[in-house]
């Protein structure tokens, strides 16, 4: 689905857009490695062309991890995660912030995949501005979507949105 960068419209639309799982559609990988105590979760940065975020055109770079975003589970049940493959992310995610800082920088109209096994998660920068984030905040909406959007919460994974939508972290299965 199409993500609005506009405030005024994104309101009147959020609801869609927070119901929704997000597909990256022509997946272009800039950069790839592993991360984690184990060096076992795959971590790709991409480009995706209906991720439009006019890459760069101001020249900020924004602290967003004071933004508290808003957890949606995708429904019908079944298909999910396991959650023990997203603790394997999450973990991962907060062994960085302690060995390499608890800070990370995303580029506008980019988005960085981590994978383990049965379990994604990504986060979409589609501000016109470069972002940056907490690895830690990361670790917690991993575990909390896996944990919490399952099957017998009629879930299969979910989302986290912030009120502006500039960015967003979806959990699903890995394809
Ligand atoms: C945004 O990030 C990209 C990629 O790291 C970098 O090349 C660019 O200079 C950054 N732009 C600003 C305004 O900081």
């Known amino acids: 689905m199409q993500f609005l960068r506009f405030a005024f419209t994104a309101v009147l639309a959020a609801v869609a857009v927070e119901a929704s799982s997000f ?6 990988v800039i950069s790839s490695s592993f991360i984690g105590q184990n ?11 209906n991720v439009v975020g006019k890459r760069d055109l101001e020249a900020r770079q924004t602290n967003v991890c004071a933004a508290t975003c808003t957890t949606n589970c995708f429904t ?11 603790q394997v992310i999450s973990d991962a995610l907060l062994y960085d912030s302690q060995n390499i800082g ?3 920088n995303i580029a506008s109209g980019t988005t960085i995949y981590m994978q383990y096994s049965t379990c994604q998660t990504f986060f979409v920068n589609q ?9 830690t905040n990361w670790a917690n909406v991993v575990e909390y ?4 959007c399952q099957s017998t919460q009629n879930a299969h994974g979910g989302n986290c949105v912030p009120p ?9 299965t890995a394809p």
């Not at 597909?23 to 272009?28: E, R, Y």
């Open 145 to 148: 979507v896996a944990f919490n």
């Open 76 to 86: 019908p049940s079944g298909g999910g995660p396991n959650p023990n493959d997203c």
């Open 102 to 104: 608890a800070l990370f």
């Open 127 to 135: 501000a016109s501005y470069n972002e940056t984030y907490c690895r």
């Open 23 to 28: 597909t990256c559609k022509n997946k272009a």
């Open 164 to 172: 502006d939508q500039t960015w967003f972290v979806q959990v699903q």
């Open 39 to 49: 060096s076992d979760v795959q971590v790709d940065t991409v480009t995706c062309s």
